[in-house]
């Protein structure tokens, strides 16, 4: 499975980007598709998951009710719909699927990563 990122980019706070991820391959392979961001300095971090072939959707506490994850399985693409941005949204985005339905929130669990992309968010 490759995966490939979209929609990074430079917005003010309280705006609004999204974010979609293409999954390459044989997409079957994955339990799961997650978004994960990592800011200069810190550790990577969960952001959201959504399972490929059930509707269980899960947030970090730090973005729940401002993203909302969602699929298209017909284009074996997932999107992360941003609003309300913050300046501590700034970050690195990274989309990556996981064969294991378990251990969403933990990168390592994760098998295939697809390249970042910059969201940044300015005052």
């Known amino acids: 499975v490759q995966l490939q990122a979209f929609g990074g980019g430079l917005v003010q706070t309280g705006g609004s980007l999204t974010l979609s991820c293409t999954a390459y391959?044989?997409?079957?392979?994955?339990?799961?598709l997650g978004w994960f961001r990592q800011a200069p300095g810190k550790d990577r971090e969960f952001v959201a998951q959504i399972s490929w072939n059930t509707d269980i959707i899960t947030y970090s506490d730090s973005v729940k009710l401002r993203f909302t994850i969602s699929k298209d399985k017909s284009r074996d693409t997932v999107y992360l719909q941003m609003d309300n941005l913050e300046l501590e949204d700034t970050a690195v985005y990274y989309c990556?699927?996981?064969?294991?339905?378990?251990?969403?929130?933990?990168?390592?669990?994760?098998?295939?990563w697809g390249q970042g992309t910059q969201v940044t968010v300015s005052s």
């Open positions: 391959g044989p997409g079957s392979t994955a339990y799961g």
């Open positions: 990556a699927a996981r064969k294991a339905p378990n251990g969403y929130r933990l990168a390592s669990n994760y098998n295939y």
